[in-house]
């Protein structure tokens, strides 16, 4: 899977910036040297975790040396919140737990982890004030928005796009489900000033991504390499 995610990026560079890596914590070293392989050999962006799906909170300490070493490389982690679809329906939910997706999890992370990048993925109903919180009291921890057409936000979040969060929220897609122009007329249709849409369309992720060491102009992409650093020397 990481290998395709990776040839797709060399097959249509001009659309495609990179692939998150997804793995089963619970492997051990040995997922533990495929997050290595990832982010040294691949180029791959970061480390996704949804932990809803497998069923751990991203919170739990299996996850620790997978964050530490996303530290070491400047690699960011992307962990989803709020209402997930996992076991949606079924008895029991299938077995896993909404608590997995609380924002309570990403404040935890990034008081134990001030050094790691963390994007908190979608909003995060019926947590959102707590994400907002979160947002605003830890300075390592941004926001993206896929999953949701913006005019379904919670009002709350709505709001602090305008003010508080206007420098934190990058657009998210969630495509097939919502393809691109749909989703811009969406945005535009909000009533949000063109100076906060730049931000959230762009000039956040670029932000980011530069102080992540890409260098992302108009014309042209450069990749970071990560290197120094292996798991022999742990």
Same mark, same amino acid.
């Given at each position: 899977?990481?290998?395709? $995610?990776?040839?797709?990026?060399?097959?249509? =560079? !001009?659309?495609?910036?990179? %692939?998150?890596?997804?793995?089963?914590? +619970? *492997? %051990?070293?040995?997922?533990?040297?495929?997050?290595?392989?990832?982010?040294? !050999?691949? /180029?791959?962006?970061?480390?996704?975790?949804?932990?809803?799906?497998?069923?751990? $909170?991203?919170?739990? *300490?299996?996850?620790?040396?997978?964050?530490?070493?996303?530290?070491?490389?400047?690699? =960011?982690?992307?962990?989803?919140?709020?209402?997930?679809?996992?076991?949606?329906?079924?008895?029991?939910?299938? /077995?896993?737990?909404?608590?997995?997706?609380?924002?309570?999890?990403?404040? &935890?992370?990034?008081?134990?982890?001030? #050094?790691?990048?963390?994007?908190? /993925?979608? =909003?995060?109903? =019926?947590?959102?004030?707590?994400?907002?919180?979160?947002?605003?009291? *830890?300075?390592?921890?941004?926001?993206?928005?896929?999953?949701?057409?913006? &005019?379904?936000?919670?009002? #709350?979040?709505?709001?602090?796009? +305008?003010?508080?969060?206007?420098? &934190?929220?990058?657009?998210?897609? !969630?495509?097939?489900?919502?393809?691109? #122009?749909?989703?811009?007329?969406?945005?535009?249709?909000?009533?949000?000033?063109? #100076?906060?849409?730049?931000?959230?369309?762009?000039?956040?992720?670029? +932000?980011?991504?530069?102080?992540?060491?890409?260098?992302?102009?108009?014309?042209?992409?450069?990749?970071?390499? +990560?290197?120094?650093?292996?798991?022999?020397?742990?």
């Amino acid at each position: 899977m990481h290998d395709y $995610a990776t040839q797709f990026k060399k097959d249509y =560079p !001009d659309v495609f910036l990179g %692939g998150w890596v997804s793995l089963d914590p +619970r *492997k %051990g070293i040995k997922a533990l040297r495929e997050l290595e392989r990832c982010l040294e !050999d691949l /180029g791959m962006i970061g480390l996704a975790v949804e932990a809803s799906g497998l069923g751990i $909170a991203p919170s739990d *300490k299996v996850f620790y040396p997978f964050y530490e070493l996303c530290v070491e490389v400047n690699a =960011p982690v992307s962990i989803c919140v709020g209402y997930t679809g996992w076991g949606e329906g079924l008895p029991g939910g299938r /077995g896993f737990y909404l608590e997995d997706c609380h924002p309570r999890h990403v404040d &935890k992370i990034a008081s134990k982890f001030p #050094e790691l990048t963390i994007i908190a /993925g979608r =909003p995060a109903w =019926p947590w959102q004030n707590e994400m907002i919180a979160v947002l605003l009291h *830890k300075p390592n921890v941004l926001y993206e928005l896929h999953g949701w057409a913006p &005019k379904y936000f919670p009002q #709350e979040l709505k709001c602090e796009i +305008r003010h508080r969060l206007q420098d &934190k929220v990058m657009l998210g897609a !969630d495509y097939p489900m919502f393809d691109y #122009e749909r989703l811009f007329q969406i945005w535009e249709s909000e009533g949000y000033e063109q #100076e906060i849409l730049d931000k959230v369309y762009r000039k956040n992720a670029l +932000r980011l991504f530069n102080e992540l060491g890409y260098k992302i102009e108009w014309e042209s992409i450069s990749i970071p390499k +990560r290197v120094g650093f292996s798991l022999n020397s742990r």
